[in-house]
């Protein structure tokens, strides 16, 4: 399913920001309000709406897709990463149609139309759920590459610590801090999402060179056979091992979960009737990126292949200037997440604003709820930050829940209830087809990881600790 004209030629070049339907719905500024203090703009270049919407997609995600390699194997692990990408241009297809239907210009809005006040309203609080997990995600990658991990009971150096020792500015609390406030804290304070066209372009190009750098170091460990053939499929040997493939479900939905933001770059684009080229290219772009990443990366560490991939290159890896090279894919990387991170801020703090504030006035017309929204917002990341032990713990958590709304259950359930007459079969055979799907995979992902977890832990509580010490 592709995404088709959604708006008549002739509004091509008369709108260059869409008013809102609804304008209790704070999710988009208007250009009217936007233009309080600003410089004229007159819309987003396609390549900006690219770049924006691209890296809203490649964010941490990336980082786990090697792992699920581990649990699906090669082939079905790539086809789960192309299956998606089809599968996500299908829901925004569904999600954008109805939004033309009413000229509605925001997510929350269309649920709104579709299922009143309450409708909206979960759509925020997912959008809060998904968002500051993300974000979450995004600084505990950060403090692994600067400041180092622990997996398995063994440390994985951090760049800091590796080029400085060990010293107490350093350490993790305090780089996640830094990087907080001197560069967090300047990005998310910018006002308009067009704003960040430049990071973006940079954060994209930032990585292609981390897989580039990947790929390259892969090819040289192939040619000199020091890479084993790997796991192809995935190894089912029993009903538990048969329920564990649905455990990297929530991986794949985080890694394509855009929706959110596709309305926000809609409304800024100069012609909003390349939106379908927009979508198309970007998710392109990055299922390219996915594929590659998640094939070499797991080519490269096998079946040592962390959740976070990012920490297996603290090791030397055999190849001249290893360590250098290592050292530049972690930069890289730590780099574009940093780069990422006000792409998805910026959904985040007008969502709460909504929901807290729904009647207010435009938030960038009020600096001291604009300002106390990012405080707050950025105060509890860190904190999350600083308390959630895994990245996989939290794409976990966020995938098979809020995620998995937004990408797929939200828009199947606007199009099913079809307030307008203007799904087809075919659309509603699809959405019944996601929604199913959706609930059966994630329920036995979340049933997986507290079957994990607990047996886990009752097996830890059923031996004596071998950490007591000895006389």
Same mark, same amino acid.
């Given at each position: 399913?592709?995404?088709?004209?959604?708006?008549?030629?002739?509004?091509?070049?008369?709108?260059?920001?869409?008013?809102?339907?609804?304008?209790?719905?704070?999710?988009?500024?208007?250009?009217?309000?936007?233009?309080?203090?600003?410089?004229?703009?007159?819309?987003?270049?396609?390549?900006?709406?690219?770049?924006?919407?691209?890296?809203?997609?490649?964010?941490?995600?990336?980082?786990?897709?090697?792992?699920?390699?581990?649990?699906?194997?090669?082939?079905?692990?790539?086809?789960?990463?192309?299956?998606?990408?089809?599968?996500?241009?299908?829901?925004?297809?569904?999600?954008?149609?109805?939004?033309?239907?009413?000229?509605?210009?925001?997510?929350? @809005?269309?649920?709104?139309?579709? =299922? !009143?006040?309450?409708?909206?309203?979960?759509?925020? %609080?997912?959008? #809060? &759920?998904?968002? *500051?997990?993300?974000?979450?995600?995004?600084?505990?990658?950060?403090?692994?590459?600067?400041?180092?991990?622990?997996?398995?009971?063994?440390?994985?150096? @951090?760049?800091?610590?590796?080029? =400085? !020792?060990?010293?107490?500015?350093?350490?993790?609390? %305090?780089?996640? #801090? &830094?990087?907080? *406030?001197?560069?967090?804290?300047?990005?998310?304070?910018?006002?308009?999402?067009?704003?960040?066209?430049?990071?973006?372009?940079?954060?994209?190009?930032?990585?292609?060179?981390?897989?580039?750098?990947?790929?390259?170091?892969?090819?040289?460990?192939?040619?000199?056979?020091?890479?084993?053939?790997?796991?192809?499929?995935?190894?089912?040997?029993?009903?538990?091992?048969?329920?564990?493939?649905?455990?990297?479900?929530?991986?794949?939905?985080?890694?394509?979960?855009?929706?959110?933001?596709?309305?926000?770059?809609?409304?800024?684009?100069?012609?909003?009737?390349?939106?379908?080229?927009?979508?198309?290219?970007?998710?392109?772009?990055?299922?390219?990126?996915?594929?590659?990443?998640?094939?070499?990366?797991?080519?490269?560490?096998?079946?040592?292949?962390?959740?976070?991939?990012?920490?297996?290159?603290?090791?030397?890896?055999?190849?001249?200037?290893?360590?250098?090279?290592?050292?530049?894919?972690?930069?890289?990387?730590?780099?574009?997440?940093?780069?990422?991170?006000?792409?998805?801020?910026?959904?985040?703090?007008?969502?709460?604003?909504?929901?807290?504030?729904?009647?207010?006035?435009?938030?960038?017309?009020?600096?001291?709820?604009?300002?106390?929204?990012?405080?707050?917002?950025?105060?509890?990341?860190?904190?999350?930050?600083?308390?959630?032990?895994?990245?996989?713990?939290?794409?976990?958590?966020?995938?098979?829940?809020?995620?998995?709304?937004?990408?797929?259950?939200?828009?199947?359930?606007?199009?099913?209830?079809?307030?307008?007459?203007?799904?087809?079969?075919?659309?509603?055979?699809?959405?019944?087809?996601?929604?199913?799907?959706?609930?059966?995979?994630?329920?036995?992902?979340?049933?997986?990881?507290?079957?994990?977890?607990?047996?886990?832990?009752?097996?830890?509580?059923?031996?004596?600790?071998?950490?007591?010490?000895?006389?």
């Amino acid at each position: 399913m592709t995404i088709g004209s959604l708006q008549p030629a002739k509004d091509k070049k008369s709108r260059k920001i869409k008013h809102l339907n609804d304008e209790k719905v704070p999710l988009l500024p208007t250009r009217r309000e936007e233009d309080r203090g600003f410089d004229e703009f007159n819309g987003a270049s396609f390549s900006g709406a690219v770049f924006n919407l691209s890296t809203t997609i490649v964010g941490a995600g990336i980082m786990s897709l090697p792992a699920t390699m581990k649990v699906l194997g090669v082939v079905l692990g790539i086809g789960m990463v192309i299956f998606m990408a089809f599968l996500t241009e299908a829901s925004i297809e569904l999600l954008l149609r109805f939004s033309r239907a009413r000229k509605i210009s925001s997510y929350a @809005g269309v649920m709104g139309d579709s =299922f !009143g006040k309450w409708g909206k309203i979960m759509l925020q %609080i997912c959008v #809060l &759920v998904n968002n *500051v997990g993300v974000l979450v995600v995004y600084m505990i990658i950060i403090g692994d590459v600067l400041s180092g991990t622990n997996a398995s009971g063994v440390h994985h150096t @951090g760049l800091l610590e590796g080029w =400085f !020792g060990v010293r107490w500015w350093n350490s993790r609390s %305090i780089v996640l #801090l &830094v990087t907080t *406030v001197a560069i967090f804290s300047p990005l998310a304070c910018l006002k308009r999402i067009d704003s960040l066209r430049y990071t973006s372009a940079l954060s994209v190009a930032l990585a292609v060179v981390f897989i580039v750098i990947t790929v390259g170091i892969t090819v040289i460990k192939i040619m000199s056979g020091t890479i084993l053939m790997p796991q192809l499929f995935p190894k089912v040997t029993n009903l538990t091992s048969f329920f564990n493939l649905f455990t990297v479900v929530p991986i794949f939905v985080t890694a394509y979960i855009c929706h959110y933001n596709v309305h926000t770059i809609d409304n800024e684009i100069e012609d909003n009737t390349r939106i379908r080229a927009v979508v198309k290219t970007s998710l392109a772009l990055c299922s390219s990126v996915y594929v590659m990443t998640s094939l070499f990366g797991f080519l490269l560490f096998g079946d040592a292949t962390l959740h976070d991939v990012l920490a297996n290159f603290d090791a030397e890896l055999g190849i001249p200037y290893g360590s250098l090279l290592c050292d530049v894919v972690r930069v890289s990387y730590a780099a574009h997440l940093m780069l990422v991170f006000p792409i998805v801020f910026y959904p985040l703090r007008l969502n709460l604003d909504g929901l807290i504030f729904p009647c207010a006035r435009p938030l960038v017309s009020d600096k001291m709820r604009f300002g106390s929204i990012s405080v707050g917002l950025l105060t509890v990341i860190f904190l999350g930050a600083n308390f959630i032990p895994s990245i996989w713990a939290a794409f976990q958590f966020t995938g098979a829940t809020a995620a998995v709304c937004i990408g797929f259950i939200f828009p199947a359930a606007i199009t099913l209830k079809d307030r307008h007459g203007i799904a087809t079969k075919k659309d509603k055979i699809l959405c019944v087809f996601m929604i199913v799907l959706a609930v059966f995979s994630n329920a036995i992902a979340i049933y997986s990881d507290a079957y994990a977890l607990l047996f886990r832990k009752g097996k830890d509580n059923s031996q004596p600790s071998t950490m007591m010490p000895t006389r």
